[in-house]
């Protein structure tokens, strides 16, 4: 048989679909822990004063959560 015959079409523009809902849902996501911290900051009567080790500890949260999401489609 052919292998031509065997392949399964696939559509071409997969791409910028991922990357449009990839970024609708990072946004969404961004605008929701930033509507929790700030609820949170309202009920406790506090101003929101982020240190710069939880800064570092948040960005190595958001790498993680990136090295996973990278690894999703792997074997």
Do not use: C, Y
């Amino acid at each position: 048989m052919d292998e031509k015959a065997l392949e399964i079409p696939q559509e071409k523009n997969w791409k910028p679909k991922i990357l449009i809902v990839g970024g609708v849902l990072g946004a969404l996501v961004g605008l929701a822990g930033s509507f929790l911290l700030v609820k949170n900051a309202e009920k406790t009567g506090e101003n929101i004063e982020i240190s710069f080790p939880e800064w570092v500890r948040l960005g190595l949260l958001i790498l993680g959560l990136l090295r996973s999401i990278a690894t999703l489609h792997q074997d």
